[in-house]
T-cell receptor
Framework: NAGVTQTPKFRILKIGQSMTLQCTQDMNHNYMYWYRQDPGMGLKLIYYSVGAGITDKGEVPNGYNVSRSTTEDFPLRLELAAPSQTSVYFC???????????FGDGTRLSIL | DAKTTQPTSMDCAEGRAANLPCNHSTISGNEYVYWYRQIHSQGPQYIIHGLKNNETNEMASLIITEDRKSSTLILPHATLRDTAVYYCIVRGTGANNLFFGTGTRLTVIP
């Protein structure tokens, strides 16, 4: 049972480039989340999804897009990378909204 | 969701109990207390959660005061691998967001 898997683990982008951070879970969880964590800070919610085909904005959605075509996958898209998006990105999932969230190991993204 | 207050850092001797406090004086009746930890550079790991009663699992115990305005996470026999940042989170039923704050950095000393 792999849990929540994120790829890639590390990435360096140039300003203006785009990329997709991948997240997949094999626990058949309905809820999935994307957070970012800046150095020395707690996590902030970017987007979340309550099930396939349904997504909603979190606290810091600007500059990002998501989709949820399947229960397992919840990719995060950066269209025009900016230095302010340099961060560690964590994907999480939970069976229901009140159940604990399970996190992946993160993607470390640097934008230069 | 109610905000929480935690000490910035704590030390604990290996093998001793680690008691991590959390104040959540504005907690409302339907809000749960969750504890997560984050070991260096890894994703947060769920530890335990509770509403009113004290809770215990294989990792830790959670003690919630009767007025629910504070709680304590107890690691009964701390090991070096318990060195991490511990987050106390108060979250209402149905809330999607986990507000992590800056947590308590616990260092277990040999």
């Amino acid at each position: 049972n792999a849990g929540v898997t994120q790829t890639p683990k590390f990435r360096i982008l140039k300003i203006g480039q785009s990329m997709t951070l991948q997240c997949t879970q094999d626990m058949n969880h309905n809820y999935m989340y994307w957070y970012r964590q800046d150095p020395g800070m707690g996590l902030k919610l970017i987007y979340y999804s309550v099930g396939a085909g349904i997504t909603d904005k979190g606290e810091v959605p600007n500059g990002y897009n998501v989709s949820r075509s399947t229960t397992e996958d919840f990719p995060l898209r950066l269209e025009l990378a900016a230095p302010s998006q340099t961060s560690v990105y964590f994907c999480a999932s939970s069976l229901t909204v009140n159940q604990p969230q399970h996190f992946g190991d993160g993607t470390r993204l640097s934008i230069l | 969701d109610a905000k929480t207050t935690q000490p910035t850092s704590m030390d604990c001797a290996e093998g001793r109990a680690a008691n991590l406090p959390c104040n959540h004086s504005t907690i409302s009746g339907n809000e749960y207390v969750y504890w997560y930890r984050q070991i260096h550079s890894q994703g947060p790991q769920y530890i335990i959660h509770g509403l009113k009663n004290n809770e215990t699992n294989e990792m830790a115990s959670l003690i919630i005061t009767e007025d629910r305005k504070s709680s304590t996470l107890i690691l009964p026999h701390a090991t070096l691998r318990d060195t991490a940042v511990y987050y106390c989170i108060v979250r209402g039923t149905g809330a999607n967001n986990l507000f992590f704050g800056t947590g308590t950095r616990l260092t277990v000393i040999p």
